[in-house]
């Protein structure tokens, strides 16, 4: 890991917020394990903790550690859809909190997780060795943020902003729940 990949580490595991590149949008994240910096996360959108938050990464085993311990069935169920835009919601974690899962998944103590594959994301997960919140960069009820520029604007000095483009005509991933198969959000 270079100098830059351990600031932005330390940087997050210390509490802070970075807006980077996705396939469709800027997402906004943290360290899924800091409940300060989650705390922030949801006053900065102002978004309502019962709706839960993903988390993303570039390699499924960053992401096995948020999932309820000893479900291998529910990994291989996983990974017929990833690497790419396809969010699972699975049973989290105990220690998991409230914050990052939220409360309107239809009940249990559930967790979204994507393992993506886009490069901008995936090479920032992969340099700085860690998974990251992934929520849209904008205030609830507001247009999602798409550019670096639009990002700096909104955010200042808050959130730091790691450059990068968002595909062209593209849609938010798709979100199932991987116990029943329903959708949740379609992308």
Not at 78 to 104: E, K, N, Y
Not at 138 to 152: E, I, K, V, Y
Not at 166 to 179: E, G, K, M, N, W
Request: glycine share 10%.
């Amino acid at each position: 890991m270079d100098a830059r990949a351990r600031g932005l580490r330390r940087f997050l595991k210390q509490g802070g917020m970075v807006a980077y590149p996705t396939r469709a949008v800027f997402g906004l994240g943290c360290d899924p394990r800091h409940w300060g910096a989650l705390r922030a996360l949801l006053r900065l959108k102002r978004r309502p903790a019962r709706k839960g938050m993903i988390v993303v990464a570039d390699q499924q085993e960053r992401l096995w550690p948020f999932m309820e311990t000893g479900r291998a069935d529910l990994r291989e169920r996983c990974r017929a859809r990833w690497p790419g835009p396809h969010t699972w919601l699975v049973p989290a974690h105990a220690r998991l909190s409230g914050l990052l899962c939220g409360r309107s998944y239809g009940g249990g103590h559930r967790v979204a997780l994507r393992h993506d594959n886009y490069p901008p994301l995936a090479n920032l997960c992969h340099r700085i060795g860690m998974a990251l919140v992934s929520t849209s960069a904008n205030r609830s009820g507001q247009r999602p943020l798409t550019t670096t520029r639009a990002c700096r604007q909104r955010f200042g000095e808050r959130v730091r902003v790691i450059p990068g483009r968002c595909q062209r005509h593209s849609r938010p991933s798709t979100v199932a729940d991987l116990l029943s198969g329903s959708i949740v959000r379609q992308g």
